[in-house]
């Protein structure tokens, strides 16, 4: 009765908190801020842990001649607390945010080939990679996901009941060995909060809001790049905001004053939302290159965050050589024993931040973590939310050997693209049998790519009723033919037998103009492609 009375005076003290503080702003992107401040005047404790880490870090600058090219693995379990199904988020929408977390954090995302000259020379891979954890503290099997289904239907901002089991969420792992991720729905506009190191071992981590983690499913625009996260787990690693948090003045700066010497950010007075046009002058920075607001330590939308500097990397792993250094010791991301059957994405090899052109050929490893060989596979590939095309490979792979798979070409539109991949091989283990890849294509071209996708004409179809589809893919194999409008309708379906160079006729007959979509699924590939019908123009 003392714990849920204590409980209780916490959430209405920080309900009125939240009232008194600007809580109900339109936009609220991270809390860290107000979380650390709230903790550094109400808990006497947190106070002095902090400041003794603080301390610590500040006594570390040998470190930094301590060699950053070794590889830290960070184990990541996350903590999922849904009310409903919607907020139940798949195993491959998890898995897309340590994704966008290794992309990020080792300069590999496609965003960072906007970083403006000025700072090009500070991109930088800060050799911190992160994993779903394998094993638990038991040494047990788990796919580093937890599922608590709770009867809170949204978690005030800073609520104990989401570190804690009996209230509703979900405990802790030991921070020791694991980031423990909590995701769930926070009341308001607050898309997460981080715990900077020294504060209470049952609520380090990271909380995100279900509707900002990774890039599929739930995650809603702005904020469907993952990069909540990214900036969060900054503060977790003890990273300031990049204005310095210092009330719209030019007094404070993002690393402590003893820590100038690494301080590669401009000054900056205030935070940046959106997207900004650079360069971007305030009154810390008065000339060009201005501030950097494309910074993961900024307020800005997703797809305009880019980069951490080498001053900021030097910071994380400083932490990560300091006060967070038994996470490197832990052995959470190794996989305790075989499954039987376990086939693994272990990493894409193509395409990776840069694609040459918008015709290529992906390129997967794949590792066999089961203790029987694995002697085929199936593979889906495709743009984001738009697998297209199956793969059946064969061959031989070991128990513990991994095998470089290249795929048969597919073509891509030009600009910022999301590339999917998913096992779909009967597996033991399901929740490593997806991984995604972010990409930007910089030069079109107007041909068809080689051994794949459909053909469709004429493309506009105008004055007349009839389309032709051509597939160019070499496989033959029974297809079902479909045609879909615009809405996602399905119009039309026929099974037929399709050839390399059948030509397929579609009658449309009195259909509206308008976009329409045309398939091909099979057992061997998935093809579809648009056109544009106008019935009433003539030629």
């Not at 600007?22 to 005047?41: D, I, Y």
């Not at 900004?276 to 997703?302: A, H, Q, V, W």
Request: net charge negative; with cysteine.
């Amino acid at each position: 009765m003392h714990d849920q009375n204590r409980y209780t005076f916490l959430k209405v003290f920080l309900f009125v908190f939240f009232l008194t503080t600007g809580f109900s702003q339109a936009q609220e992107r991270c809390k860290t801020h107000e979380w650390h401040h709230l903790k550094m005047q109400h808990d006497p404790q947190y106070r002095t842990r902090f400041q003794e880490s603080e301390q610590a870090g500040f006594q570390s600058q040998h470190l930094r001649s301590t060699s950053v090219d070794t590889t830290i693995i960070i184990p990541v379990v996350v903590h999922i607390l849904y009310n409903n199904n919607v907020q139940n988020l798949s195993d491959e929408q998890v898995q897309s945010q340590i994704d966008i977390l290794n992309e990020d954090f080792a300069a590999l995302n496609a965003s960072v080939l906007d970083v403006p000259g000025a700072w090009t020379g500070l991109v930088k891979d800060s050799k911190i990679r992160f994993k779903l954890a394998q094993q638990d503290l038991q040494g047990n099997r788990t796919s580093g996901i937890t599922r608590t289904s709770t009867s809170v239907s949204e978690f005030i901002l800073f609520d104990p009941a989401i570190f804690s089991t009996t209230l509703g969420g979900q405990d802790a792992w030991p921070r020791t060995s694991y980031l423990n991720l909590w995701v769930c729905n926070l009341q308001g506009n607050a898309l997460g909060f981080a715990a900077y190191p020294g504060s209470n071992a049952a609520q380090d981590g990271v909380v995100i809001n279900y509707r900002a983690l990774g890039r599929k499913g739930t995650a809603l625009s702005p904020y469907n790049f993952g990069r909540t996260s990214t900036h969060e787990i900054g503060h977790w690693l003890v990273l300031n905001h990049i204005w310095g948090d210092d009330n719209d003045n030019c007094l404070g700066k993002d690393f402590p004053l003893n820590q100038q010497n690494i301080d590669d950010t401009p000054n900056q007075a205030s935070p940046n939302f959106r997207c900004p046009r650079f360069p971007k002058l305030d009154e810390c920075s008065t000339s060009d290159p201005g501030i950097m607001y494309m910074n993961y330590m900024d307020y800005t939308d997703d797809k305009c965050m880019m980069f951490f500097t080498p001053g900021q990397i030097f910071r994380m792993r400083q932490t990560l050589d300091g006060t967070r250094d038994s996470i490197q010791l832990s052995q959470g991301h190794l996989l305790p024993s075989f499954y039987t059957k376990d086939a693994a994405i272990d990493s894409v090899l193509n395409p990776v931040k840069l694609a040459a052109t918008r015709c290529l050929q992906p390129q997967l490893r794949i590792r066999n973590n089961g203790s029987d060989t694995l002697t085929s596979l199936r593979i889906h590939y495709g743009l984001y939310e738009g697998l297209s095309k199956n793969h059946t490979w064969s061959g031989t792979i070991l128990p513990g050997a991994t095998e470089l798979i290249s795929l048969p070409e597919i073509g891509t539109a030009m600009g910022n693209q999301v590339m999917e991949f998913r096992l779909l091989s009967t597996d033991d283990n399901p929740v490593n049998n997806y991984m995604s890849a972010g990409f930007k294509v910089n030069v079109a071209t107007n041909s068809n790519c080689s051994g794949s996708g459909l053909t469709v004409y004429p493309n506009p179809v105008s004055g007349q009723s009839v389309v032709y589809v051509r597939s160019n893919q070499v496989q033959s194999q029974q297809s079902l033919v479909r045609l879909y409008n615009a809405l996602g309708q399905l119009l039309f379906e026929e099974s037929l037998p399709v050839n390399a160079g059948d030509i397929i006729p579609l009658e449309l007959g009195a259909l509206q103009a308008g976009v329409y979509f045309v398939s091909l699924d099979g057992d061997a590939f998935i093809e579809s492609t648009r056109f544009i019908y106008l019935p009433y123009e003539k030629n």
